[in-house]
């Protein structure tokens, strides 16, 4: 089975470029959720979704930032206008809750992004 | 509110050295307990989980009990291994009030010398 698939692996960019990140969660799966890594915040949810609606914006750091989920298997993640600070690796996750049970969340490999 | 609170890194052993890295939580509920692995330029993979007080999750070598009494869920393996140094992250998951999302900890760098 596929599991979930980001792209692109890698973006380097120049700060003030609009960066768009994207995400195929698994098939079947009515969660999904964006996260940020690193080594000084450690592991950050920016936001997530259920059946793709947004139930959590919260952990979006600015206005620069915004997702949409426009069906059951894309979202997308885009920042404009970047800068360094950005500079991060971003996962995409999913899940499936059944009943009153929130299933593991599987995550995609992330998008290493650097922001020049 | 919910959170997890997991040891500082790193923690650097030998092989076969035992190893242990210690998992507290905060929950209004009754949550599941998790531990995920994140290898070098890989994302996070479930590891283990417990959904209960007193399960015991296990995978791979590795255990951990969930302990409702000291709210604790510690990671442990008996004799750990060079393909074991990845990052380990405890979480949880408070079902019902949390509607879906989990809490992680800080993460522990684990680096197993041969």
């Known amino acids: 089975d596929a599991g979930v698939i980001q792209s692109p692996r890698h973006e380097v960019t120049e700060m003030g470029q609009e960066v768009t990140l994207r995400c195929k969660p698994i098939s079947g799966h009515d969660y999904l959720f964006w996260y940020r890594q690193t080594m000084m915040r450690g592991l950050e949810l920016l936001i997530y979704f259920n059946n793709n609606v947004p139930i959590d914006d919260s952990g979006m750091p600015e206005d620069r930032f915004s997702a949409k989920m426009p069906n059951a298997s894309f979202s997308t993640l885009k920042i404009q206008p970047s800068e360094p600070r950005d500079s991060a690796v971003y996962f995409c996750a999913s899940s499936l809750r059944l009943g009153s049970s929130n299933q593991p969340q599987h995550f995609g490999d992330g998008t290493r992004l650097s922001i020049l | 509110g919910d959170s997890v609170t997991q040891m500082e890194g790193p923690v650097t052993l030998s092989e076969e050295a035992f190893l242990t890295i210690n998992c507290t939580y905060t929950a209004t509920g009754y949550p599941s307990l998790f531990w995920y692995v994140q290898y070098p330029g890989e994302g996070l993979q479930l590891l283990l989980k417990?959904?209960?007080?007193?399960d015991k999750g296990s995978n791979k070598g590795f255990e951990a009990t969930y302990r409702k009494e000291t709210t604790s869920f510690h990671l442990e393996k008996g004799s750990v291994q060079v393909s074991d140094s990845a990052v380990y992250f405890c979480?949880?998951?408070?079902?019902?009030?949390?509607?879906?999302?989990?809490?992680f900890g800080r993460g522990t760098q684990l680096t197993v010398w041969p």
């Open positions: 979480a949880l998951d408070d079902r019902g009030s949390t509607l879906g999302r989990l809490y």
């Open positions: 417990a959904t209960k007080a007193d």
